[in-house]
């Protein structure tokens, strides 16, 4: 039995009770933690401030490298950057983009399969356009886990693995904070949001078009508007984990730079 077009036309009718209930559930849905935020679009023209990781280094096993990032939740199994290594006479480069977000603290997980070596030449964080901003040397290393020691090699030193699940982490005085991040973050969200809520409002005319025939001019334009804000509300908690990680650090404030710790890591 077809519906009516008056009757269909209600069905999408803005109201204020409507509205209301759109605002409290998209309202309930953006205090749901978001394990991974959506990011849409990329930047178009990018600032030199986005900041890289690279590292040149060679190993004399098979395995999978890792980066935990501190991002100010501490390591954990999400902000991790990890590539295949296999063995390999010559030291490779690998660059990685961070994320617009302070560093707090890196780690590095040489490999997960067999104890071995690992040699690195070069480990450093650059920005876009190659300027560095922090160099690693063994000095920076802070604790070592199932590595036992540390020997100089030809251009650098290597870290001599002896267990399954090794890993070094870095000494960070003072947390690297990318010039320009919040700009960035801000552009990021609006473009998300904007993007990710039109194509919400084209599926809701979509659907309304489909069901409703007829109507005034007037009448199609409110609804319209009713839609499209509907879209806004939850394109926002679509990307609330976007949202959420921008404020959080736009609200950053670095701390006081820590002393360095008289049992550094000094190789040998």
Partial sequence: MVSSPSRSQDLFRPTWRRGLCAIAVAAIAFLMPQEAPLVFYPLNNPSRGILQLQITCASTVTGTTKFHLDNGKGFN???VISWPIAPSSQPCTYTFPLPDAPLLGLRLDPFDSSPGEFTIT???IIEREG???RRFTTDDLRQLDQIKGIAPAPGGWKLVVEGNHPHASLDFPAPIVPEGMNIRNLQ????SWSYLALMLWILLLAVYFA?????????ISTTAAFLASIALLFALVGNRGLIKDSIHHACFRAPEPAHRSSNSIQPR
């Fill in 77 to 79: 199994e999400d902000d």
């Fill in 122 to 124: 070069n480990w450093r």
């Fill in 131 to 133: 300027k560095e901003i």
């Fill in 188 to 191: 990021r969200c609006l473009l």
């Fill in 211 to 219: 069901l409703v025939r007829g109507g005034s001019l007037k009448e």
